[in-house]
């Protein structure tokens, strides 16, 4: 790659602080972008600078809105007693999809995990806490990742919540649909028998 300098080096530089994308890939998308019509290749940086300038965070749920409030907290028929907890906005689509739960929503942007310097300081647990306190919330629903994170981040935030006297849940993990016990690892298996309701 010795010969790739100046701008192409810069995009794929740039492209390297996304999430998931390492030099490789980085790379594979310059050179692909390089290969597309102009048009597209505007439109995806248009539509970067396009969320940058017009979209941001909701002040209270920290979901991605183009006001000041997202959709889900400037809706007068959600029971504003509960409140779930999700790692990244993109959860909610998920949870709302499911049509399972009609409160509020709060977005910690993102896992515990202090060996990549992601400490409680990082995440908007703080604003969760302040929330609760200052709101008549009964229920905190936390329905962050099934993974070690997760996890993590679910205990830290539940021993904090302990002491506002509400009822703290955790999602239930369940097997996918479709799937089979035979295939499912153990810690899924043993987290959704852990997790089972009564039929
Ligand atoms: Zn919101």
Same mark, same amino acid.
Do not use: W
């Given at each position: 790659?010795?010969?790739?300098?100046?701008?192409? *080096?810069?995009? &794929?530089?740039? @492209?390297?602080? @996304?999430?998931?994308?390492?030099?490789?890939?980085?790379?594979?998308?310059? %050179? %692909?972008?390089?290969?597309?019509?102009?048009?597209?290749?505007?439109?995806?940086?248009?539509?970067?600078? +396009?969320?940058?300038?017009?979209? +941001?965070?909701?002040?209270? /749920?920290?979901?991605?809105?183009?006001?000041?409030?997202?959709?889900? /907290?400037?809706?007068? $028929?959600?029971?504003?007693?509960?409140?779930c907890v999700v790692e990244e906005p993109?959860?909610?689509a998920v949870v709302e999809r499911s049509? $399972? %739960? *009609?409160? @509020?929503?709060?977005?910690?942007l993102g896992a515990l995990s202090p060996? *990549?310097? &992601?400490?409680? *300081?990082?995440?908007?647990?703080?604003?969760?806490?302040?929330?609760?306190?200052?709101? =008549?919330?009964?229920?905190?629903?936390?329905?962050?990742?099934?993974?070690?994170?997760?996890?993590?981040?679910?205990?830290? &935030?539940?021993?904090?919540?302990? =002491?506002?006297?509400?009822?703290?849940?955790? &999602?239930?993990?369940?097997? =996918?649909?479709?799937?089979?016990?035979? %295939?499912?690892?153990?810690?899924?298996? +043993?987290?959704?028998?852990?997790?089972?309701?009564?039929?």
């Amino acid at each position: 790659m010795a010969e790739v300098h100046g701008i192409i *080096d810069t995009l &794929i530089n740039e @492209l390297c602080r @996304l999430p998931g994308i390492g030099r490789r890939t980085a790379q594979k998308l310059t %050179f %692909f972008i390089l290969n597309m019509p102009k048009s597209e290749a505007l439109s995806i940086a248009g539509a970067i600078v +396009g969320v940058k300038e017009r979209a +941001g965070f909701c002040k209270t /749920c920290f979901n991605v809105t183009e006001s000041e409030l997202c959709s889900v /907290c400037s809706d007068s $028929s959600r029971d504003k007693t509960k409140i779930c907890v999700v790692e990244e906005p993109g959860n909610i689509a998920v949870v709302e999809r499911s049509r $399972s %739960f *009609d409160g @509020l929503y709060h977005v910690l942007l993102g896992a515990l995990s202090p060996i *990549d310097g &992601i400490t409680p *300081d990082r995440l908007k647990i703080n604003e969760l806490l302040a929330r609760v306190r200052e709101n =008549p919330v009964e229920e905190v629903i936390i329905a962050t990742n099934p993974n070690t994170k997760g996890e993590m981040t679910a205990q830290y &935030i539940a021993g904090l919540l302990r =002491p506002l006297n509400i009822t703290v849940s955790r &999602i239930a993990y369940g097997l =996918p649909m479709g799937g089979e016990i035979e %295939f499912a690892d153990e810690v899924t298996l +043993g987290k959704s028998i852990e997790g089972r309701r009564r039929l």
